[in-house]
């Protein structure tokens, strides 16, 4: 099994690179903001109390998206590995992965750090918003506190990781299909077994 998360601040093109990846490697993407968007459109209590949270760009607490992981992971016995993307977000969500990969005999293989300057991460969900139907993608300020709860709370993840060596930071400026290559690269170099 080869799991990776795929780590960067808000804008930085995780999801772009995401789609790309699970299916060049064939894993299991798991979101966490796409698994939150989908119980806010269900309109369940879970989306519902987070809703809040999103749109004033604050974390969602811990234990609701660690629970939310949990049953995704064991919702899909199946998968040859995981690319997790935005989780973890802090350093008890990242414990609590660990743990529960351990339990299934597994860990995280690498963390790919895609790199962008702050003025770039702007202008990119700014454009994003006017087509992505993300209202927390659209507001100025909005954009302001996912950036400061990044520094705050999410920059500490890849120093956890770093402690056991799987941090890889990749340039995330420029071109999709070259920032592409460069993910694949340092994924290649890993036994993915
Ligand atoms: P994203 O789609 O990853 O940009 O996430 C959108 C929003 O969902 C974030 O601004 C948070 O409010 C919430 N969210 C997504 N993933 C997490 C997470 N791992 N921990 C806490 N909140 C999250």
């Given at each position: 099994m080869f799991n990776l998360i795929l780590f960067g601040?808000?804008?930085?093109g995780k999801g772009t690179q995401s789609e790309r990846l699970i299916s060049k490697y064939g894993l299991k993407h798991l979101s966490t903001g796409d698994l939150l968007r989908s119980e806010i459109a269900g309109q369940t209590p879970l989306g519902l109390a987070a809703k809040s949270f999103m749109d004033k760009g604050q974390l969602v607490p811990d234990e609701v998206v660690i629970e939310m992981i949990s049953s995704a992971l064991d919702n899909n016995p199946q998968a040859h590995g995981f690319l997790f993307d935005?989780?973890?977000?802090?350093v008890a969500q990242a414990e609590a992965l660990d743990k529960l990969l351990a339990q299934k005999g597994t860990s995280i293989a690498v963390v790919l750090a895609l790199e962008v300057n702050e003025d770039e991460l702007t202008k990119r969900l700014l454009n994003r918003g006017l087509t992505s139907g993300?209202?927390?993608?659209?507001d100025e300020g909005t954009i302001r506190s996912r950036h400061s709860e990044y520094q705050k709370k999410t920059a500490a993840v890849a120093d956890h990781y770093k402690k056991y060596g799987k941090v890889v930071f990749v340039k995330?400026?420029?071109d999709i299909d070259e920032i592409f290559q460069s993910l694949c690269k340092e994924i290649d170099l890993r036994d993915r077994a």
């Open positions: 601040p808000p804008g930085s935005g989780f973890p977000r802090t993300r209202s927390d993608d659209r995330g400026e420029g």
